[in-house]
């Protein structure tokens, strides 16, 4: 359990989602961990796990040891900029999840601060994201902090910064292409008989099945698909029209796609 006082600004998807696996994990009390934003309507069932809900970003940045800002791209040097008279370089660690923008952005805005750039995905709500970190200006310790945080969320991998964009296609976006790879199961399931409840179960749970054989036993992918594979049976036809249909192409295409957003806008 930390002791430390964390502050997430910006209570969106990833912030609420954020101090959600904080409070299931233990890492933190909810008495530790602030989350602001300008509505706070939307975050009622943390105010009702005793998280503090706040409005006020330089009380809440004033009081907490982790910053972590969870802000939109578009907003978030604004919102540094305006703050950054709260910020002490001299005992806080601030930790951004904010896609595409660089520790360097970060250090212009808030000099000295020790910064973590992390990039979760919205797993970490239930300790199953793949966190990517890179750092600057931070020391053992606080890479140490950061890391078992993270580490109590999900999985962590310390990557270099100039990846930092690749990891937030195939890990943060990535949770969206595996749901709709799952819904596109659900809906082939029900055309072939099962309904949506029984489709949707044995959905989800042979895509978890598939990733743990390849998590825990290290296995390639190729390795295990070629045990599904009977000779003249049902799994190579399927697979086949799939690949004749573009399935691997289109996957690629999009993570490329992705990513050429992040860097090209
Ligand atoms: N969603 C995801 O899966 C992932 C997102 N990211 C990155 O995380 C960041 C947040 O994304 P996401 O959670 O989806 O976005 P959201 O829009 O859901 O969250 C951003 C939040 O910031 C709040 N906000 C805006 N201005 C302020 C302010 N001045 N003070 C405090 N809060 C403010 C907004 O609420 P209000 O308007 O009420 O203030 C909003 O809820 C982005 O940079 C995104 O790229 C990274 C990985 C995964
Ligand atoms: O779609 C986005 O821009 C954000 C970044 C990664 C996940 N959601």
Redesign the pocket.
Known sequence: MSAKKIAI?????????IAQGLLKSGFSNAADITV?????A?LASLKAAGVQIE?D?AKTIREAEVVVV????Y??R??LQ?FRASFDPARQILIS?????SIDDLDHILPGMAVVRA????AIAIQESITCICAKNTSEEQIRYVKTMFDQLGATVSIDEKLMDAA?VL???G??YALRYIRANIQGGIEIGFDVRTASLIAAQTVKGAAELLIRENRHPEEEIDKVTTPKGCTIAGLNEMEHQGFSSSLIKGITASYNKIIKG
């Open positions: 600004i910006g209570g969106g998807n990833l912030g609420s989602a602001t934003k300008r509505n706070t939307t409005t970003n969870a802000l939109k791209p907003n978030v604004e919102v305006e999840v904010v896609t595409g923008v990039m979760p995905n919205t937030t890990g943060a976006c949770i969206a």
